[in-house]
Structure formats: C-alpha cells, structure tokens
C-alpha cells in the first residue's frame, strides 16, 4: 500500500511562516512521499525479477533511506508545529530536560546552537530509551547520523528551504520564529 501524503494545510497562517514558504515546503515533502513510493515500488519488481545482484539494486536500497527519512523526517517537522504557549514546565519533558542539561534554558541554548551550525541538515531533541538521556543532535543529510535506537522528539528543519524565502541567510531569526510555534503537547506526547 503506498504512503499519503499529509494535509498540512492547517499550517498557512503560521506566524512567522509566509504562506508562499509553507506552500512550496509541504510541496517538497509531496516529492518525498512520492519519491518513497517510486523507489519502493521499483525495488520490488527488482526483487521479483531476480535483479538483485546489480549495481542498480545497490543504489536504490541507498536511496530508499534517503526519501524515506525525508518524508518522516518532514512529517514529524510539520507535526511538532502550530503550538500555542510555553513547555509547560511541570510535565515530564520539562523535568528531564532539567535534570539532562541543567534547566530548560541551556537545552533551548544547545538546540539553537545546534540549529546555527553551518550547513544543511536537521536539528532533533532525541530520547534514548535504553539510557534514560536527551540528547539534542545535528543531521547533516536525510539518512546519516541518526541515534540509533532513540526517539525522535523535537525536529527543525534547517535545510535553506525551511527558512531562506522568509529569513534569506538569517537562519537565526527562523530559529526564534520556529520556537514560536511548537507544539509542545506533540512533543511531550512522542516521550511516552
């Protein structure tokens, strides 16, 4: 069964986001599903066709990845948006981010940072469930670098397409406009 696309309509209205930077970043996540159905379907028939032991093969189980980090990756994006207020700083969350970096401040001032690294790539507060940690960590493409076995909490997109047709090069002032509009109850809820 191929994977849909999500609305996320729902987001044109968005303070600090122009409506032509949502409409044209949803229109590339579109590409990402699609591209994740193309591939998969391709690598199938492959499959079924014995053609496994190709260079072609190869290439495409690599690129697989790729388009399939990039829909998630964009899903879990436009999710953690359109929040109304604060963490609230009694709730679980709040309370481990406290205890992992000290006060909730110096995580925001670590995933900022994070987010102001030169480069193209993705910003996530992860949770390791087998440690019991947070940890905010860089992504430089799609499907490099990610903590394996922890659980994606919070994720900005600091790829030039999520800010440069608002921001141009002040990526900074996308970070405090981003900021601006988690959904904390989304986030909070991936912890459990």
Not at 41 to 50: C, F, S, V
Not at 56 to 79: C, I, Q, S, T, V
Not at 123 to 129: A, G, R
Not at 172 to 179: G, K, L, P, Q, T
Request: hydrophobic share 40%.
């Amino acid at each position: 069964m191929p994977y849909a696309a999500k609305d996320y309509a729902q987001l044109v209205g968005m303070k600090g986001f122009s409506e032509t930077l949502l409409k044209n970043h949803v229109t590339l996540y579109q590409g990402y599903v699609a591209n994740t159905n193309k591939v998969g379907d391709i690598l199938l028939q492959m499959l079924k066709d014995g053609k496994t032991a190709v260079p072609e093969y190869a290439e495409l189980k690599r690129r697989f990845g790729w388009e399939f980090n990039g829909m998630r990756l964009h899903e879990l994006y436009f999710d953690n948006l359109k929040g109304a207020g604060p963490l609230s700083r009694s709730g679980k969350l709040a309370g481990k981010l406290e205890k992992e970096f000290g006060s909730l401040e110096a995580w925001e001032k670590d995933f900022k940072a994070c987010g102001t690294i030169r480069g193209i790539g993705w910003v996530v507060l992860y949770f390791d469930h087998a440690g019991d940690r947070l940890f905010n960590s860089w992504i430089n493409e799609h499907d490099v670098a990610h903590l394996t076995g922890c659980s994606p909490l919070l994720i900005m997109d600091v790829f030039e397409h999520a800010y440069l047709t608002d921001y141009q090069l002040k990526r900074a002032d996308y970070i405090e406009a981003f900021f601006s509009n988690i959904n904390w109850n989304v986030v909070e809820s991936r912890l459990s």
